[in-house]
């Protein structure tokens, strides 16, 4: 696709429900992000993906959270155990790492814990 | 690591006055500063940037200047117009993660 994409773009779970959140970068993009966005609230570093490098993962809340990617294709973050306050939307962004450009957001996953 | 600090928190403006919010830094190795805008149930969408090398930039209405020394940098909106009410972020990156300022919900009134 032409943009960056995420699914699903609504997620309703219960309480101690463990979920999955996709992220389909532009193709060619080797830095992907993730962020956190509370109703209101700014955009919160959760982990950073760099070509085959090792992650930052220092923005991680918890250990009850984590994100895989497979080279510089689709990443999964994880949280596990959801509680109440995970509820948020999750951004994932890509650029081109090298050029130091533009990061693409996709339009986000809607996670409400319930 | 980066830490980005953003203000004003809200700014309400007339139609047709300026706007600036203001960003500062701690980071010394930081090089790109880009600014977005993110409209209300949307994603945030890159309106201008600005590179370690350069002090100041201009797309029409929307300027953003740079002060590496004093680790500061600025968004100025000139002819407010009420599309311009948004959520502004600015961010920080080195050649590492882009960190986000806090934001500035900018709320133009006609």
């Known amino acids: 696709g032409a943009g960056v994409s995420q699914s699903p773009s609504n997620k309703v779970t219960e309480k101690g429900k463990d979920v999955e959140l996709r992220c389909d970068p532009i193709?060619?993009?080797?830095?992907l992000y993730w962020y956190r966005q509370r109703l209101g609230q700014g955009l919160e570093f959760l982990i950073y993906f760099q070509g085959n490098s090792a992650p930052d993962k220092s923005g991680l809340p918890s250990d009850r959270f984590s994100a895989e990617r497979t080279g510089e294709s689709v990443s999964t973050l994880t949280i596990q155990r959801t509680q109440q306050e995970d509820s948020a939307v999750y951004l994932c962004?890509?650029?081109?790492?090298?050029?130091?450009?533009?990061?693409?957001f996709g339009q986000g996953t809607r996670l409400t814990v319930v | 690591g980066e830490n980005v600090e953003q203000h004003p928190s809200t700014l309400s403006v007339q139609e047709g006055d300026s706007a600036v919010i203001k960003c500062t830094y701690s980071?010394?190795?930081?090089?790109?500063f880009p600014w977005y805008k993110q409209e209300l149930g949307k994603r945030p969408q890159l309106i201008i940037d600005i590179r370690s090398n350069v002090g100041e930039k201009k797309d029409q209405r929307i300027a953003v200047t740079l002060n590496k020394t004093a680790k500061h940098f600025s968004l100025h909106i000139t002819e407010t117009q009420p599309e311009d009410s948004a959520v502004y972020f600015c961010?920080?990156?080195?050649?590492?993660?882009?960190?986000f300022g806090t934001g500035t919900r900018l709320q133009v009134f006609p």
């Open positions: 961010a920080a990156s080195t050649t590492d993660k882009l960190i």
């Open positions: 193709s060619g993009h080797t830095a």
């Open positions: 980071d010394s190795a930081s090089n790109y």
């Open positions: 962004a890509s650029s081109f790492f090298y050029r130091n450009t533009e990061a693409f």
